[in-house]
Every structure is written in C-alpha cells, then in structure tokens.
Nanobody, 116 residues
Framework: VQLVESGGGLVQAGGSLRLSCAAS????????MGWYRQASGKQRELVAG????????NYADSVRGRFAISRDNSKNTMYLQMNSLKPEDTAVYYC??????????WGQGTQVTVSS
C-alpha cells in the first residue's frame, strides 16, 4: 500500500483547506485510516481517525468542530476538511492507514501553513 497526500498550502487564519490521501497498491487490505500532524519542534500528534467503513470517527480536542475526516472507498481516498484554520494548525500533515495485518503505513506528508 502506498499513500500520497495532497492539498496542503498557505492559507490565512480563518480560511479552509481540504487534504486528500490517495491509496494505491493492495488497497483491499486497508482498514482504519487517519491523519497526524507534526509542527516544527513538536511531537507528532493524532488529528483524526476514521474506521474502514467510514462510520466511526474520532478527533483531537484541538480540531473537533473545525475539521472533518471522511473517506471514499470507491476512490481509495481519504479526506480532511479543515475549516476555521488557526496559526497553531501549521504543521506537516501525514496520513496513515492500517492494513488488516496490523501494519501501519504512512504518506510522505503535506505542509499546511496558516498565516495570522
């Protein structure tokens, strides 16, 4: 399984971005997916997760109510809609996917920069 993120960029505070994570390869083996982020000088933190069917989601307290995670299994793609962005949301965002074997694979990351 390979994951490729897209959709990052520079946005002003209060703006929106939508990140995408496209999976390829043995996509039939993918179960739960999600997003982490890592700001400069900080540890990587979980942003949001979604179950294989998309019926279950979870969010970090810092983004709940502003971000929405979703997935389209017919397109092998996961999304993160980010609204009301704040400067503290600035980070490299990584998508991940668990395989049914329990192995977790990562994307290469996409930079999100929110200016004040």
């Amino acid at each position: 399984v390979q994951l490729v993120e897209s959709g990052g960029g520079l946005v002003q505070a209060g703006g929106s971005l939508r990140l995408s994570c496209a999976a390829s390869g043995s996509t039939f083996s993918i179960s739960d997916m999600g997003w982490y982020r890592q700001a400069s000088g900080k540890q990587r933190e979980l942003v949001a997760g979604i179950t294989s069917s998309g019926g279950g989601t979870n969010y970090a307290d810092s983004v709940r109510g502003r971000f929405a995670i979703s997935r389209d299994n017919s397109k092998n793609t996961m999304y993160l809609q980010m609204n009301s962005l704040k400067p503290e949301d600035t980070a490299v965002y990584y998508c991940y996917a668990y395989k049914i074997t329990g192995q977790r694979v990562w994307g290469q990351g996409t930079q999100v920069t929110v200016s004040s």
